[in-house]
């Protein structure tokens, strides 16, 4: 069986497509089981975020790399899924929150940093800041394969601070 999970692609901005990527159950299954999605505890304005990052690059124009970058990585991932590759997909996930910093240093706050930081020492193979970044927000943690170490690292970001919460995943 197999089932679905959303791939978004923009276009040209803002137009965009919405489609599934069909992988099989045990791929879907998986990956859920392995991600862990944290709320900095506090949210975030997008547009904030998004009117320093487009000051900053005004005149960059659309073939700029840290944009070339950021966009290169959405195909990295959808690749690595369809492959089943775990490991491909946290290098992905890895190098989209690397982008996101080298587009602007605000997009990748202290609190990320911290639970990057924590989400590493106990064997995470990749993390992703979500959306705009910014000083809140959520990030994306794909842990490895030991169900206990996933644990671990949850309950460390915990009591790393008090405003972190664990917001449990389940694809659609």
């Given at each position: 069986a197999f089932g679905g999970i959303?791939?978004?692609e923009m276009h040209k901005y803002p137009l965009a497509t919405v489609s599934?990527?069909?992988v099989p159950?045990?791929?879907?299954?998986e990956l859920e089981r392995r991600l862990a999605l944290i709320y900095l505890g506090n949210s975030h304005s997008s547009s904030q975020v998004h009117e320093r990052v487009i000051k900053q690059l005004e005149d960059a124009g659309p073939d700029c790399k840290p944009l070339q970058d950021?966009?290169?990585t959405a195909e990295l991932s959808r690749d690595a899924?369809?492959?089943g590759r775990f490991d491909l997909l946290g290098r992905a996930m890895i190098a989209n929150t690397d982008a996101q910093a080298r587009l602007h240093p605000s997009l990748v706050c202290a609190d990320a940093h911290k639970i990057i930081e924590i989400a590493a020492e106990h064997g995470a193979i990749g993390w992703?800041?979500?959306g705009?970044?910014?000083e809140g927000g959520s990030i994306t943690l794909l842990a490895g394969p030991y169900t206990d170490r996933?644990?671990?690292m949850i309950n460390a970001i915990l009591k790393q601070d008090s405003k972190f919460k664990n917001i449990p995943v389940t694809l659609a």
């Amino acid at each position: 069986a197999f089932g679905g999970i959303n791939y978004i692609e923009m276009h040209k901005y803002p137009l965009a497509t919405v489609s599934q990527l069909q992988v099989p159950d045990a791929v879907r299954w998986e990956l859920e089981r392995r991600l862990a999605l944290i709320y900095l505890g506090n949210s975030h304005s997008s547009s904030q975020v998004h009117e320093r990052v487009i000051k900053q690059l005004e005149d960059a124009g659309p073939d700029c790399k840290p944009l070339q970058d950021l966009r290169s990585t959405a195909e990295l991932s959808r690749d690595a899924v369809y492959a089943g590759r775990f490991d491909l997909l946290g290098r992905a996930m890895i190098a989209n929150t690397d982008a996101q910093a080298r587009l602007h240093p605000s997009l990748v706050c202290a609190d990320a940093h911290k639970i990057i930081e924590i989400a590493a020492e106990h064997g995470a193979i990749g993390w992703k800041v979500n959306g705009a970044g910014g000083e809140g927000g959520s990030i994306t943690l794909l842990a490895g394969p030991y169900t206990d170490r996933k644990r671990a690292m949850i309950n460390a970001i915990l009591k790393q601070d008090s405003k972190f919460k664990n917001i449990p995943v389940t694809l659609a």
